[in-house]
């Protein structure tokens, strides 16, 4: 099954609204990692946050180790973040710390 | 610092024909990763080097794929004979440590197999 699995899929908003972006894995966790996609545009990293709370700005990325979860909070939100949020989680095994992501919440803010 | 560099960004090839994707990390980083991002699929990791070094190719299909790393300051991914499938966004990234680090992504490739 996914071992990444990011809620919800896709959300529309009107600007100035906030958004809450769920990521919830299946394995245990060190760390993960949130990413912002733009359509047609590169992975860009917003947190690397192995736990806790930090803060960004308008965003909020909390991640709670033992519950296997992580949240991406949007305060205010503009017609500017609209893309695609994708949240990974770096598997470490032997050498390798390649990222497992899950398949992302698609984020639309209307003016 | 120029970030991840991939070329090229858009390649078009007919079904059986090669493509080349080359990927320059960024300067310093050690490790570096190749992914693979359909809308099916996600985003789908292939393969990874250490310091040059193949470490962990899991991701990679049996056949036609290869990936290579001749020196610190680039890789190479070759899909031989490619295929309709093999249609998606090619993805690199470099970290400066291989498990503990923030993985920097290129802008990727985007492969059209016609």
């Known amino acids: 099954g996914q071992q990444v699995q990011q809620s919800p899929a896709s959300l529309v908003l009107q600007e100035g609204e906030n958004a809450e972006l769920q990521c919830n894995f299946s394995t245990s966790l060190n760390s993960m990692q949130w990413f912002y996609q733009r359509p047609g545009g590169s992975l860009v990293s917003l947190f690397y946050n192995p736990s806790g709370t930090k803060h960004s700005g308008r965003l909020t990325s909390t991640t709670v180790i033992k519950e296997r979860r992580s949240s991406l909070h949007i305060s205010s939100s503009q017609t500017t973040d609209s893309g695609t949020y994708l949240c990974a989680l770096p598997r470490i095994t032997g050498n390798t710390g390649k990222l497992i992501f899950g398949l992302g919440t698609t984020l639309q803010v209307q003016p | 610092n120029a970030g991840v560099i991939q070329t090229p960004r858009h390649k078009v090839t007919g079904k059986g024909q090669e493509a080349t994707l080359w990927c320059e990390p960024i300067s310093g980083h050690s490790a570096v990763f190749w992914y693979r991002q359909t809308i099916v699929q996600g985003l789908e990791f292939l393969t990874y080097?250490?310091?040059?070094?193949?470490?962990?190719d899991s991701g990679m299909p049996k056949e036609r794929f290869s990936a290579q790393m001749p020196n610190q300051s680039h890789s190479t991914l070759k899909i031989q004979s490619t295929q309709p499938q093999d249609s998606a966004v090619y993805l690199c990234?470099?970290?400066?440590?291989?498990?503990?680090?923030?993985?920097?992504f290129g802008p990727g490739t985007r492969l059209l197999v016609l």
């Open positions: 080097f250490r310091n040059q070094a193949p470490i962990d």
């Open positions: 990234a470099s970290s400066s440590d291989w498990g503990v680090d923030t993985q920097y």
